[in-house]
T-cell receptor, first 110, second 113 residues
Framework: DTAVSQTPKYLVTQMGNDKSIKCEQN?????MYWYKQDSKKFLKIMFS???????INETVPNRFSPKSPDKAHLNLHINSLELGDSAVYFC?????????FGSGTRLTVV | RKEVEQDPGPFNVPEGATVAFNCTYS??????FFWYRQDCRKEPKLLMS???SGNEDGRFTAQLNRASQYISLLIRDSKLSDSATYLC??????????????FGKGTHLIIQP
């Protein structure tokens, strides 16, 4: 059983499109996150979210929006995709000290 | 100043050698500290937590110096399978709220036969 699962694993799309990446965790964790790893391999947090609070890293453009239908899901919606959005996006979840990452979604904008 | 700084390497080390990495962090309010390992095209995975008292897990030893805001990782008797990128990670109060992780850029380690 996959603890944190993301779909799709790969996504190639054209500039200007709107796309979503889905994330689900079956660990019963109360907080979920999105991280971005760019071409220089630098991992940076984008959002953290539990059922009470959304915290947005101020460097994230407002074209990116997290959507959480329930505690086990945190999807990432991206509007008007740009070339610079090409990266690997990792979902993660945590409860206390435990922290688990999904296997990543490799987004390529052409 | 970067929040978590590490030497990116690469470190090319012969199998069986001992190798040490370190990193520094800027936010003195940080609460938790970790080393993660990331293999090529994979997600980061927790290697070990880091405590001021120092902690050991098999061939791996980690140490935290809060006064200097310095974290270290020592790998003894290195194996080919230790080849990876080692990420210094600090948790809390940095862009992602109390539970967000702040990653260093990673140190790339290559163990050579």
């Amino acid at each position: 059983d996959t603890a944190v699962s993301q779909t799709p694993k790969y996504l190639v799309t054209q500039m200007g499109n709107d796309k979503s990446i889905k994330c689900e965790q079956n660990l019963g964790h109360d907080t979920m996150y999105w991280y971005k790893q760019d071409s220089k391999k630098f991992l940076k947090i984008m959002f953290s979210y539990n059922n009470k609070e959304l915290i947005i890293n101020e460097t994230v453009p407002n074209r990116f929006s997290p959507k959480s239908p329930d505690k086990a899901h945190l999807n990432l919606h991206i509007n008007s995709l740009e070339l610079g959005d090409s990266a690997v996006y990792f979902c993660a979840s945590s409860l206390g000290r435990g922290y688990t990452f999904g296997s990543g979604t490799r987004l390529t904008v052409v | 100043r970067k929040e978590v700084e590490q030497d990116p390497g690469p470190f090319n080390v012969p199998e069986g050698a001992t190798v040490a990495f370190n990193c520094t962090y800027s936010n003195s309010a940080s609460q938790s500290f970790f080393w993660y390992r990331q293999d090529c095209r994979k997600e980061p995975k927790l290697l070990m937590s880091v405590y001021s008292s120092g902690n050991e897990d098999g061939r791996f030893t980690a140490q935290l110096n809060r006064a200097s805001q310095y974290i270290s990782l020592l790998i003894r008797d290195s194996k080919l399978s230790d080849s990876a990128t080692y990420l210094c990670v600090v948790r809390g109060y940095s862009g992602g709220g109390a539970d967000g992780l702040t990653f260093g850029k990673g140190t790339h380690l290559i163990i050579q036969p």
